[in-house]
Structures are given as C-alpha cells and as structure tokens.
C-alpha cells in the first residue's frame, strides 16, 4: 500500500509540475545582468558580460554612457550592430543598428523592461537619435562619436520600466482549474485503488468462511 500512495504522490507531482511557473525573483535595486555581442561584416564577437554600472538595475528608470569597442577589421564602410542578453532568464535583443545608420545624429538606445512584483517578464529596444539637449550638455560625445580614430565609442542607453499587474484572471483561473483537475483525477484513482484493495478482502475472507467445514443441523419429523 505504501509503494501505491509514493506513485500516487509522483503522479501528482509530475501533473502539477508543468502548471507551477519558474521565475527568478529579483529585489529593488537589484543590478540585472546584461550582455553583449558585436557584429561587423560577416564576423560575431562572443557574448561579453557588461559591468555593473552599465547594467539595468531592477525597477530603476536611468541612463548610462555605454562604451561600444572598435570590431575588429572596421573601416567604416559598413554597418555595426550590437545585440544584448538581458537578466538571468537571457532575454534576447535582436541586431541594433548604431554605427552607419541612415543618420547624421549620434544614436542612442532605448531599452524597455516590463516586470510584475519580483519577476522581469521582458525586454524590448530600439535606437533612436540621442536628444539635442543632451549633446549641448555633452558636447564631447558628439566629436568623439564622429571621430574615427577614436574608440571606444560612447553611447547613452536609457533604461525604462514598466511595472504589469500582478493578478492575470485568465492564467489564473486556467492553473487553477487544470490543478483541481489533475487533483480529482489522482484522488479518483487512489479511491478506486483503495476500495478495490477492500473489495478483494471481503470478498478472499468470505470465500474463506464458506470454505470452512460447519455442523449440519439434521431437522427433526415430529
């Protein structure tokens, strides 16, 4: 019997397990790893892991000067792109045009984080053209950035937050309706396994019972 309700209780698990969902939770104030990859001409870097101060930091609306290093073989001819991994969960930005753009702005990236209490849900990014106010502030980022003996290039990233709401009706009540299921279907089959258990005693010990040899009681003719 202890063999039956140890399958019964991996069943169990084996069903619900599927419905739980995985997340890592991250704290205010978290930094949020990041990593990046380079692509010039046909050739990839591999992912470099950013330092802190240039990472998202969990629920923090900011902006960070971030150094773009010169790829190998650039002539200037083509274009540059760049792609991140965003978290621990490794949420993918795909190719960011950022040098030889259809533009005589200096660019600048904008990357979107949503998160509901503890989770990041996703990341989403696009360059835009870095605000003219900003240039007159920082007038060296400029010249720099046009500069082509100087390297590594600077970029403003802007990191924006935006927080969902944590009750979601639908997902909700599509878990709790599928475990409630899969519950009512693992207590079905230990109510069966049990009464079967019951009904093949009853029915060994009464066999047993009528098998015993009885006195026979001879009716008397008066």
Not at 95 to 110: G, H
Not at 115 to 123: A, K, M, N, R
Not at 203 to 217: D, L
């Amino acid at each position: 019997m202890a063999a039956v309700n140890e399958k019964l209780v991996l069943s169990l698990v084996m069903w619900l397990f599927p419905l739980l969902p995985i997340t890592i939770a991250y704290r205010a104030g978290d930094i949020v790893p990041m990593s990046r990859m380079g692509q010039y001409h046909s050739s990839r870097t591999v992912w470099h892991d950013l330092i802190g101060r240039h990472c998202p930091v969990f629920g923090v609306n900011r902006e960070v000067l971030m150094p773009i290093p010169k790829p190998t073989g650039f002539t200037g001819a083509d274009p540059y792109k760049i792609s991140f991994q965003v978290g621990r969960e490794k949420f993918f930005i795909p190719w960011l045009l950022v040098i030889n753009r259809k533009s005589t702005e200096v660019p600048m990236i904008e990357v979107n984080l949503r998160y509901s209490g503890s989770d990041l849900l996703g990341v989403t990014a696009k360059v835009l053209d870095m605000p003219h106010h900003y240039i007159e502030m920082h007038p060296e980022i400029r010249k720099q950035f046009w500069d082509s003996q100087h390297w590594p290039k600077h970029i403003l990233v802007r990191y924006t937050w935006k927080e969902q709401s944590e009750i979601d009706v639908t997902s909700g009540f599509f878990v709790l309706f599928g475990s409630g299921l899969a519950l009512s279907f693992i207590l079905a089959i230990y109510v069966l396994q049990s009464s079967r258990d019951k009904l093949e005693r009853f029915v060994r010990e009464t066999v047993a019972e009528t098998s015993m040899p009885g006195v026979v009681e001879v009716a008397k003719v008066e």
